[in-house]
Nanobody
Framework: QVQLLESGGGLVQAGGSLRLSCAAS????????MGWYRQAPGKLRNLVAT???????NYADSVKGRFTISRDNAKNTVYLQMDSLKPEDTAVYYC?????????WGQGTQVTVSS
């Protein structure tokens, strides 16, 4: 069983930056892709960014050029650096990891961007 613990959310003004972290524990030896998704009130959960075990990156169009995903395999941690934040980035951000075909989710961390 993989456990994911997120940290780093909070309140920031538009144009500001935040860095999210997600530490994985338990059954981590077979984790492949890790990533971040977000869910705004009344909306579906959507992909923000993913990074494969080999370092392949994938970003949602809405965050390209502003967000950067990275991964420290030695620490079993994935990061999301969010710059030039906009009010529409406000959402609960969820860490995700795949072990085989099984997805695991963190509990979510709130990011609020004020205008």
């Amino acid at each position: 069983q993989v456990q994911l613990l997120e940290s780093g959310g909070g309140l920031v003004q538009a144009g500001g930056s935040l860095r999210l972290s997600c530490a994985a524990s338990g059954g981590i030896s077979s984790i492949s892709t890790m990533g971040w998704y977000r869910q705004a009130p009344g909306k579906l959960r959507n992909l923000v960014a993913t990074i494969s075990s080999g370092g392949r990156l994938n970003y949602a169009d809405s965050v390209k050029g502003r967000f950067t995903i990275s991964r420290d395999n030695a620490k079993n941690t994935v990061y999301l650096q969010m710059d030039s934040l906009k009010p529409e980035d406000t959402a609960v951000y969820y860490c995700n990891a795949y072990r085989g075909y099984t997805p695991y989710w963190g509990q979510g961390t709130q990011v609020t961007v004020s205008s």
